[in-house]
Nanobody, 128 residues
Framework: QVQLIESGGGLVQAGDSLKLSCAAS????????MGWFRQAPGKEREFVAG????????LYADSVKGRFTISRDNAKNTVYLQMNSLKPEDTAVYYC?????????????????????WGQGTPVTVSS
């Protein structure tokens, strides 16, 4: 299992930007597809974005498409979530997740149950 530590959350105003980071332990980061999820108070955890092992394939929830960008740096064992044009409804705790896979260039994981490793989460609050 890989250990994941998120950072970069905070309190921002609507329309602002934030960049979340998720640092992974170990030497096998490139063996994992990575995802970002979020959970708002009283709601279920939901998929936000995902990226393949190579970084060549990404997938986004409709609610963030065009505003958020997921990327990864396998040399730094880190996955990022650039969040632009933030809205109050983006307020949530954001989690990164990892799933070991043999698939290099395709990404299709959208369910939380697909992932075996999770970070502790970083809170994002967007005020109106």
């Amino acid at each position: 299992q890989v250990q994941l530590i998120e950072s970069g959350g905070g309190l921002v105003q609507a329309g602002d930007s934030l960049k979340l980071s998720c640092a992974a332990s170990g030497r096998t980061f490139s063996s994992y597809a990575m995802g970002w999820f979020r959970q708002a108070p009283g709601k279920e955890r939901e998929f936000v974005a995902g990226i393949s092992r190579s970084g060549g394939s990404t997938l986004y929830a409709d609610s963030v498409k065009g505003r958020f960008t997921i990327s990864r740096d396998n040399a730094k064992n880190t996955v990022y979530l650039q969040m632009n044009s933030l809205k109050p409804e983006d307020t949530a705790v954001y989690y990164c997740a990892a799933q070991r896979t043999v698939i290099l260039d395709s990404y299709y994981y959208q369910s939380a149950s697909d992932f075996g490793s999770w970070g502790q989460g970083t809170p994002v609050t967007v005020s109106s």
